[in-house]
Every structure is written in C-alpha cells, then in structure tokens.
C-alpha cells in the first residue's frame, strides 16, 4: 500500500469536476462516460472489503436492463450477496471524494471498518457485452493492483454467475467450483436430474423461445446448451449479433410495455421468455390464438415455483417453513391467490433485491422474486441437510419427493436471482406437472396495473414507510392518494423515488382498464407534477 502510487494512479482515472453520483439501489450507474473514476476506485475499495472479510469480493461491470451507452459498477459480498448497507455508504463517500483526498478517504474506511491492511485481497471481476466494460473493468484491475490485491478476471459473465463465482470461492468449492464450466455442469446435472421422470411423457413441451436482450446471456446460454439439450431445446433471439442491447428488447422492455420484444418470431401459444442485459432477470409470455399478448411475469413466477415446492414438502413430511416475499410492485391478484388459494405467508418489502433476499433468508424456503422478474428461493442450511438427507433415506414416494426437492435447491442460484438458472427450474416444473404456458398463466387473472415515470425536481421530497406502500411527505400526498383510491374497487396506489434514476414511480391497479387509467393519470401527473415538484423543473407524468 504506496500512497503515492495510489495518488499517481488515481490521477490517471481523475473524477470529472463537480461530478456527485450514489451507490444506489443496484450500485452506481451512469453514463459509461463518466465512470471511469469510479470503476478505478471500486477497485480500490473491493480491495479493503476482501482485507476486513478476508474473503474474495466481486466487482460486476454492467448496468443491467439500462441503455447501451449507459453503464455501472456492484461490488459482490463474501457469500454472493450484495454489498453491506455501511459499505454502501463507503463507496458513495470514496466515489465523491475530490482527487487529493483519496488517499484519506480510503484511510478513514480502513480506520472506521477497522480493516486489517496487512491481510491479503482477492477480488473476482466480471463484465457485460457493452462496448465501455472492457475498458472500465480495466480500471477496476487498475485500482485492485495499485493497493496490492490479486484479482481473477472472468470477463464476460452474467451478473448471477459473477455472484455464483465468489460464493463458491469463499465456500472452498462446497457450493460448486467457481468456472463456467462448474455453474453449466451444476445447474445442468440438477435439471437433467429433476426432468428425467418428465420425458415418459413425450417431448411436446420442450423447446422455448428466449429473447436475450443482446446481451451476455446470449453468450452464456449458447455456451451452456448442449449442457441440458437432453432436456429443453432452446431458441435465441436478440443474441447481439446485430440489435443493440436492451434496444426494444429484454426484460425490462417487455414488462414496462406489455408487449413482445422486436425481433421474436412468436406463434400463438408458443412459449416464450425474455432476459434482461445481464440475465438476472426474466419473464414469460405468449401469443393466444386470437393474436393477444400475455404476460407471465415475476409474481407468477414465484407462485409457480412456491405452489410446485409447497406440495413437495407436504409429501416429504417435514416441518420445514416456506416464505414468499414480494414488493408493493406485486400484482394484488398474485397476493391474494398465494395466501388466500395457496395458503403461503406472503411479506412485502421495500423494492431491491437485497431487501427480498434478506427477509427470504428467515425461512427455511423463502421463495422471493420482483414483479419485473429478479427473484430465486433460498434454502436454509438445516433445510438444505435434511431434504439430502431424506433423499437417501425416505421409503419410496417420500424418497422422490425429496430427490426432487435436492434437485431444485442445486438448481437455484442460492447468491443472487438469476434468469438461466429460473428458466432451467420453470421449464423442469411445466414439464413435471404438465402444464401448458396457458394453464400456468390461468392461476390468477392479473389487476391491469400501470406504472409512470414522473420527473420532478427533488424526488426526495417523496418519503416513504410500511414497505414504500404509503407516502410520508410531502404532507397532504397520501391523503390524496387515499381520496382517489377509494373510489376504485379493489385499487391500490403508491408513489416512490426511484433508487435507480431520476424520476419518481407512481404505480396504480384496480380492478378495470377504465379504473387505473384514470387513478395512475390522477395520481401520477395531477398531484406529483403541479403539487409536489412545486413547479421547479416538473414535467407532465406521462405513461410509459
Ligand atoms: C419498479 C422497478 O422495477 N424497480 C426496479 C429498479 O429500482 P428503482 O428503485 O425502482 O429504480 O431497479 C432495481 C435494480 O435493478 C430493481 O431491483 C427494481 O425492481
Ligand atoms: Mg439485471
């Protein structure tokens, strides 16, 4: 540790004047332009989270679902989950602090955290497919060797197999060997595993259409095909051989506009997904026979899989709890059908996966997923043991059940949600039970919901409590929430500063297309553009 190579090197990659950014719900994202500082410093501070954990860190380059020319930087704690809240705060500080204070800020962290600069560092790098992240995951190395950490640097991953990396390494290999290689041959062996019963009858449902969003979920899912092809055949689209990325595709694009992606080739009845940019999340859709476009999304998800493990565990016999955590995002159709049909506890957090995954960690399967589509089940360890367990043990039907259930929790990205390793477990579960992309969609009728985003001058005028679902400030804002609200059968509203851009979201759902057109409207550009953006630089909501 050489403050004056730290310096030297820093100036290299000097902060753009004036320039303040935050570690924000997903870390920083920003133009690609204005990172590189950033990146360098990411390095930087990776390096002391691996000296205080004395464990491998990650760094992910990407800005997921968000435009090409866009870009950002997550560091990856210890057991793949996200960054700790007091590191976040951290990067923020490191990331703002002015070129000739560095130095001091990297040591007032390694003070406060009480980092031991002894010990030794090791940070694991991971990139996307847009045009800046080869260049700024270099700044990254940049800064892990000016402080003397020792790095791996995979290049192009998705971000769930950069979490799968660093879980396994600080795991010494328990959770499976940190390559490629060892998260195709893992996730492939637990699907081929689960399917094998499936196959006797026939192979009507197994090929599926995947929209790739041009990104590196195309790389990776093509790389790993003739892993499973025994199982599902899968056909690629967007595979970033001529589109560009998230552009009218993807994830995102698909359940913002409610439509199918350009570029897919859709049939009715087809079955058919869409990941984001760097593949951490998905949703289903298809095309009925009448030419109608059907969303699958998140909160069918989650009730698919928790209804599939729900009879898995009543067959095995055990005591073990199951949990589903959702966001105020979710569809109040899927709330009720999961704790009224389904008779699941379902919690609401605040949204950020690393919100979900926190409270999914209390049960001993907590089932969580985003409506947008980023979700997994985790399983505790002592549930972990014991379904193993009972897989050698059980007398017959029990013993299945438990194989299956072994099958599933290998399956599953237990560090982070992740689109390929979802897609591996619905397409094992549609064919286990049968189910055709309709009868799935069937479960539930979703409310028609509708999300805005408002911009406004200061969104942190927007405060919020009980899970973001009410308004705290402005004074009078929830008031007119609820005035509104009331006058729609079974609607529902809320506002909320975005952690990721700068805008507010305003979500609204009732019970017809005529009821939340008018309440998302009201609530969106009404009350948020004239009242709370007092004028000063507000534009009229519009719907997106
Ligand atoms: C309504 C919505 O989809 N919000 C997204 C979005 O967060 P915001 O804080 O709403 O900007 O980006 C997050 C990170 O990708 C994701 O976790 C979250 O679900
Ligand atoms: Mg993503």
Known sequence: MDPEAVRKYSALHAKPDGLVLQYGTAGFRTKAERLDHVMFRMGLLAVLRSKQTKSTIGVMVTASHNPEEDNGVKLVDPLGEMLAPSWEEHATCLANAEERDVWRVLMDISEKAAVNLQQEAFVVIGRDTRPSSERLSQSVIDGVTVLGGQFHDYGLLTTPQLHYMVYCRNSSGRYGEATVDGYYQKLSTAFVELTKQAFCGGNEYR????????????????????YFSQGLSVQLFNDGTKGKLNHLCGADFVKSHQRPPQGMEMKSSERCCSFDGDADRIVYYYSDTDGHFHLIDGDKIATLISSFLKELLVEIGESLNIGVVQTAYANGSSTRYLEEV?????YCTKTGVKHLHHKAQEFDVGVYFEANGHGTVLFSKAAEMKIKQLAKELEDKKRKAAQMLANVIDLFNQAAGDAISDMLVIEAILA?????????????????????????????????????RQAVTPPGLQEAINDLVKKYKLSRAFVRPSGTEDVVRVY?????????????????????????????GGEKGKLF
């Open 207 to 226: 090929s599926l259409k995947v929209d790739c969003a041009n990104g590196v979920g195309a790389l990776k899912l093509r790389e790993m095909e003739p």
């Open 342 to 346: 389904m008779k699941v506890p379902v």
């Open 508 to 536: 609204a759902e009732a019970d017809s297309q005529v009821s939340w057109d008018s309440a998302g409207e009201k609530v969106g550009s009404e009350r948020l553009t004239t009242e709370v953006a007092g004028g000063g």
């Open 432 to 468: 286990l039970k049968g189910l055709t992309v309709q009868e799935w969609d069937a479960l539930y009728t979703d409310l028609p919901n509708r999300q805005l985003k408002v911009k406004v001058a200061d969104r942190q005028v927007i405060s919020t409590t009980d899970a973001e």
